[in-house]
């Protein structure tokens, strides 16, 4: 086993460091970024359903409970 000390000093030694370029946004796809993008407003600027997914009672599921009333619908978007 190696010290935490010198586990780091091994990852920081072998990190690659390039120099940084300005580039537009839509120019930098396959880059990496050297600084954190940040949005000016809320995006979106309402409230909406982001991704898939269901929601069911656990307790229920857990006791072999396998049929569950559909209580509602949300599309994405």
Known sequence: ??????AEDFIFSTLYHS???RVPFQNAAGRV????????REFPPFDRVMMDG??????????GQRSFKI????AAG
Request: net charge negative; aromatic share 6%.
């Open 1 to 6: 086993m190696i010290t935490v000390k010198e």
């Open 54 to 63: 269901i929601a069911i009672a656990f307790d229920a599921f857990q006791q």
């Open 71 to 74: 209580a509602g619908l949300q």
């Open 19 to 21: 120099n940084s370029d």
């Open 33 to 40: 970024l050297t600084e954190d993008i940040v949005a000016d």
